[in-house]
């Protein structure tokens, strides 16, 4: 029906919350505690002119509502709410602002920067405490009520693979497929690049279980990055949290969802990255886009006493206020939204602590965890925390409830040291192999819960922390010092790229090293897409606006004989986690319980065969050091596997432990080699290198 056409409004009801069709018309409800009311605004189908409003008729329970007859998907609209235009008290009504609705499943149309943006008057003297009546609909995308025809997904099944089975790929929709020259030129950059077979067979390749994707819903290009010509790259900047963002689609949200159903089919899970803890509006001085022009006291935490201005914990001027049970209930709604509509596997939640803080500070009881895990859709995802905000008592690394898994940035930082060759790291880094256990063995937890990684989105590259001392983020726009300023990176003898051999063979051994240390640990790994050829972002470790080839994947690269080695070498290191349950062990359980006679569970090892003691693990100056994991088959027999790792600036050759065993050489970083067996007394390990070795049956040996 043309929507001019469409004249009168009834009551309609308060849930579901969102624009929803019934097929002879459509229902809308919004949430808004102190607003005194609301007008529904309809838009021409391509967004430039606004045909009607309508009063929403009905409040039930501060949920606004209304019921258009004959009104169908695809509709364009959007909100004005009226009420008190008081900062100091926390509101920041302004009926001139459109407002997107929160549960906007379809955005139609970008966002144009302009002053009629902003609820206030800029550079007024009075600053935010001003009202600019100037009407921000020209300039505003429009929600799209969603057609929620279900989309076919044939006998297609998620692949419910086990956490401890797990391998994530941490991968960027946009980046991933922007210099893929085999690709037609539409496709690059969006959802339905991800469903290419070439990419899929790569990730089969690999060896990886599962794609953790940077957000994916609509996400504001900031308007200090627009000003210095940069862009919102890596999308923490939330626009909506339950519609596609328009620039990864070539015409519909069903890109996505084709491309989920792909991966699936090929045994491989979907977690989404998701920034549930603020939103793009900023602070007092931002832009009226939802949220805060429908309840601001309500949507963010404010100081009290001061309620102009906002609580921060989340570096990014606001705080998402999930305390109220209305933004809890938002939340839930679109993780379960996405869940289902999409089949999406799991979430990582970025900033995770600032989501369970409550008002006394961060509580691992919190409403937050407590709905998430009662929930009979959410409970059963994967669900992983970054376990840090800048908010007071912000570091939450292992205090998260069972169920949840975690970034874990000691493993990272721990293992890029110890192969970087610093002192006093041998006691540091054997807590990480063995599932950072001094961290997460407590309330039952599994050592699936700590997430292993050397490399993420947020930081060097693995290929920048073999060749940068520091960061070079001057392209930011920020003097170059945005970014970590401590990267426990090493350039092993000269700044960024060389053609010096010398260099290019140790940077190549200490990649192989860190990967294997990720790899080969006792926890769930994850990698960084592109570090499996030695992409590289120039020294910049913190591409989040660069947009551009220096984040983008460079597939050349991958085609090189060095790119090409790197991935082998990756997809052996995962066919060995598959293939040795000791090195990914499904339970923390006693460390000195005999596996087979003489053989605990684990035993460590100095290169002389000896077991390292207490004022071993105390000697600064020692670095290497032999992990010995043993653990039962599930079909029955042992798995005994050791792990000798080497790095010094020599090679060192390491006596094999009693009791002695009948081993197979399965792994040295330092040269490919096929699996072998291994009859004599002693390994030499070359330099910035680790050996994995594994007992081999005898004949007539069960284990």
Request: hydrophobic fraction near 35%.
């Amino acid at each position: 029906m043309d929507p001019s056409q469409l004249t009168r409004i009834t009551g309609g009801q308060p849930t579901p919350l969102g624009a929803t069709s019934d097929g002879l018309g459509v229902n809308f409800a919004v949430f808004s505690a102190h607003a005194t009311r609301i007008e529904l605004c309809i838009f021409d189908p391509k967004g430039r002119k606004e045909l009607r409003r309508f009063d929403l008729p009905e409040c039930t329970d501060e949920i606004w509502h209304g019921y258009l007859p004959d009104a169908q998907p695809g509709l364009l609209y959007g909100y004005r709410a009226h009420g008190p235009y008081d900062p100091q008290n926390g509101h920041r009504f302004n009926p001139h602002k459109l407002l997107l609705d929160p549960y906007a499943r379809q955005l139609s149309g970008p966002l144009h920067w302009s002053p009629a943006l902003f609820g206030y008057r800029m550079n007024h003297s009075r600053l935010d405490l001003s009202l600019d009546r100037r009407d921000s609909a020209p300039a505003m995308p429009k929600a799209i009520v969603a057609d929620e025809v279900p989309f076919n997904w044939g006998n297609s099944k998620a692949p419910c693979t086990s956490w401890n089975d797990t391998t994530i790929y941490e991968v960027h929709v946009r980046g991933a497929s922007m210099q893929r020259e085999d690709l037609r030129q539409p496709l690059r950059g969006t959802c339905a690049a991800l469903a290419d077979p070439h990419f899929i067979e790569h990730l089969q390749r690999l060896g990886v279980t599962a794609v953790e994707l940077l957000p994916v819903y609509a996400f504001l290009q900031d308007h200090f990055l627009t000003e210095r010509g940069l862009r919102n790259y890596w999308g923490y900047s939330t626009l909506s949290y339950s519609a596609p963002e328009p620039g990864y689609l070539m015409q519909h949200p069903n890109e996505l969802r084709l491309a989920i159903r792909r991966l699936h089919a090929a045994g491989i899970e979907v977690i989404l990255d998701v920034v549930y803890n603020h939103t793009c509006e900023g602070n007092e001085m931002g832009p009226t886009l939802s949220w805060r022009g429908l309840d601001n006291a309500s949507y963010y935490r404010l100081m009290p006493g001061e309620e102009r201005y906002y609580i921060n914990d989340t570096g990014c001027g606001n705080t998402v206020n999930m305390s109220h049970p209305r933004v809890l209930q938002m939340v839930t709604d679109s993780l379960r939204y996405w869940a289902t509509s999409y089949g999406v596997d799991g979430f990582r939640f970025d900033l995770g602590v600032t989501l369970g803080r409550e008002g006394n500070g961060y509580d691992p009881g919190s409403g937050f965890f407590d709905v998430i895990l009662q929930d009979p859709v959410l409970s059963k995802l994967k669900l992983i925390s970054e376990p840090w905000d800048i908010g007071p008592d912000g570091y939450q690394l292992g205090n998260h409830p069972p169920g949840f898994a975690e970034w874990n940035d000691k493993f990272r930082d721990t293992t890029r040291r110890f192969w970087r060759g610093d002192d006093g790291m041998r006691g540091d880094m054997a807590a990480r192999l063995c599932g950072s256990r001094d961290i997460f063995d407590r309330r039952h937890r599994r050592p699936w819960s700590t997430v292993n990684y050397v490399a993420s989105h947020d930081g060097f590259t693995l290929a920048d922390i073999v060749s940068y001392d520091g960061r070079h983020n001057e392209a930011n726009g920020e003097d170059g010092n945005d970014g970590h300023s401590e990267n426990f990176s090493h350039n092993w003898g000269e700044e960024g790229p060389t053609d010096d051999p010398q260099i290019l063979e140790t940077r190549g051994r200490v990649q192989r090293a860190l990967l294997g240390s990720a790899m080969l640990s006792d926890g769930t790994p994850m990698l960084l897409a592109g570090d499996e050829f030695g992409n590289s972002q120039d020294g910049n470790n913190n591409a989040y606006c660069q947009d551009n080839a220096t984040s983008w994947l460079d597939w050349t690269q991958a085609q090189s004989d060095a790119g090409r080695a790197l991935s082998r070498y990756v997809g052996r290191l995962t066919a060995l986690r598959r293939a040795h349950p000791s090195v990914r062990s499904a339970r923390y359980g006693d460390a000195g319980q005999e596996i087979q006679p003489g053989i605990p569970a684990i035993s460590w090892f100095d290169a002389a065969g000896a077991q390292l003691d207490g004022p071993a693990w105390e000697a600064e100056q020692d670095r290497v050091m032999g992990l010995r994991r043993a653990a039962q088959r599930p079909e029955g027999g042992a798995d005994v596997t050791l792990l000798l790792m080497n790095p010094t600036h020599e090679a060192v050759t390491f006596t094999l432990p009693e009791p002695g065993l009948a081993w197979s050489l399965e792994l040295d970083s330092d040269k490919p080699a096929a699996p072998a067996p291994w009859d004599e007394p002693s390994v030499t390990v070359a330099p910035h290198s680790l050996v994995l070795m594994a007992q081999r049956a005898e004949p007539g040996d069960a284990s």
